[in-house]
């Protein structure tokens, strides 16, 4: 459970990793690598970027949305139908 | 924003119109109609279902999650670390 | 790999048992069961919708979109970008 | 259509592209950035991937998936199959 609670400096490295995995995959394409050996290294990269979602929005979820629905009002549902969103523009890209 | 608030009536009528476009799907591949068409359906099915997906989760956030940050607690994290992996197996279905 | 080598009538029992599914998590909603096992179980008929679709896929590029990069000319780029769509909309469903 | 139809170059383009997105992640994370706007923006870059998933996949299934296809034997099943599994892999991702 406790792979979701990322500090600053954990996201900070992790993109600094995919930044790598990029140069790696424009690397792979420049030396013409087999087609579905690229294509398994973007998918990674994806599943990397997957996971440094879901460390911010497991902060959002604890602190900016839980603080909104303990005040109650307007903005709890406004809060709550944000991050509902933001999870569905999540399971579509 | 309310499209996500679903009440327990709606959930289940759009579970019958999913059924419905389940044999659909079958009916149309009994037909031998073009595959590509065929796909299309499905990922319609697979979209109805991340609706009710999402109506479900945003209940939940808003209920037993919200509640359980709320109380804090080792409860607060345990609530939390499990939305996000259920969130992370929508991601990944 | 023969996993995705699908004939017609397996399919239609894919389908069959994917309906029977659908009505099982429509059953949890009903009966109030915890939102997480029933997101897990919508999760599942994500995926075996899924393995529906690369059966037909599988079937589709190599009959039909192989036969036309076969003949060549301007049929040969349309099914086949006609395909490359159509695998779009499923990563992106 | 000819979206997917990319050259080599224009694939290296638009890695370069995501590899300056992935360090804008990077700087908004710093800035302490409001987290749905940086969610907004690893979905942007999931989805450039894609689109480069997709190029490589056009060529792949109208070269070497269709050539083997066409020459007949185990190995059309072999690509088939292999390139299925890729297709299921980015759906997954």
Redesign the interface.
Known sequence: ??A??MQ?QD??KR??R??GQ??G??RM??EGRY??D???Q??????A??Q???G???????H???DA??KGGPE???K??????????????
């Open positions: 459970m406790a979701y609670d600053k996201i900070a993109l600094a995919i930044e990029v140069r995959v424009a394409v420049d087609c579905v690229i294509l398994d973007v998918a990674a990269i994806t599943r970027l997957q440094v979602s879901l911010l929005l497991h902060d959002h979820l604890g900016c949305v839980a629905v303990n709890a549902e406004e709550l139908g944000e991050a509902t969103s933001a999870i569905a523009r999540l399971i579509r890209s």
